[in-house]
């Protein structure tokens, strides 16, 4: 079965702190993504890559960073984390089947890590 | 850009009916496709359906359906029979043919809330 693993459901953080949210999937996906999910706004996107040492800006990618030196694993690090940053912090994955007439390539999600910043 | 509207922020619904979750987006791209997502309190998103652009016909998966009308650019999804199962958020999302690295954009999403 298809798997994206999150290395944490719940993590709680100091203003401040650099905090790392790890992400692994094994389905040898191309693309993977990082959305944080708030109540009212939906999933909104920081970043993506399409291959490794790729990456692109989402929509709110202030105060993110991301890194991918595997294909496998994508992290979102949080510089300074403050508490504006308290969300909950979805990963995805999905193939990039190289076809420019494809728009039906789902993604595939993690569990998502609730992140509380203090 | 693009952007999608879920204007229901929550709902109940009768075990055994049927619910209709509206879904409206906007693009100027002629070539996109809508899916929807469901996540239940376990926080993981599970794809339900997916809708091209071009397709003639309108998308269904068992118990889910998707009432496409192009013109009006919306994309309801229409859950029959309803479980207590199917208590859950759910999300509306678009892609779009130029969109970079298959991103999706998500409305604000529909709690969904079934009684016994």
């Known amino acids: 079965d298809v798997k994206v693993t999150q290395s944490s459901r719940y993590l709680v953080k100091r203003t401040g702190e650099k905090v790392f949210l790890e992400c692994v999937q094994d389905?040898?996906?191309?693309?993977m993504f990082w959305y944080r999910q708030d109540p009212g706004l939906g999933l909104r996107l920081i970043y993506f890559?399409?291959?490794?040492?790729?990456?692109e800006k989402g929509d709110i990618p202030e105060g993110y960073s991301v890194s991918r030196e595997k294909k496998e694993r994508f992290s979102l690090i949080l510089e300074s984390a403050s508490t504006n940053q308290t969300s909950m912090y979805l990963c995805a994955s999905s193939l990039n089947r190289g076809n420019p007439k494809s728009t039906n390539e789902k993604l595939f999600f993690g569990s998502g890590t609730q992140l509380s910043v203090l | 850009a693009q952007k999608i509207t879920q204007t229901q922020p929550g709902m109940f619904v009768q075990e055994k009916e049927a619910v209709t979750l509206d879904c409206t987006y906007d693009?100027?791209?002629?070539?996109?496709?809508l899916f929807w997502y469901k996540q239940p309190s376990s926080g993981e998103m599970i794809f339900l359906i997916y809708?091209?652009?071009?397709?003639?016909q309108n998308a269904t998966e068992g118990r889910y359906s998707l009432n496409f009308q192009k013109a009006r650019k919306s994309a309801n999804l229409v859950i029959s029979a309803s479980q207590l199962g199917d208590s859950a958020m759910y999300f509306c999302?678009?892609?779009?043919?130029?969109?970079?690295?298959?991103?999706?954009?998500f409305g604000g999403g529909t709690r969904v809330l079934v009684k016994p």
């Open positions: 389905m040898d996906h191309e693309n």
């Open positions: 999302a678009m892609r779009s043919l130029k969109a970079a690295g298959n991103k999706l954009t």
């Open positions: 809708q091209g652009s071009y397709d003639q």
């Open positions: 693009t100027s791209d002629p070539s996109y496709g």
């Open positions: 890559s399409y291959d490794v040492k790729m990456k």
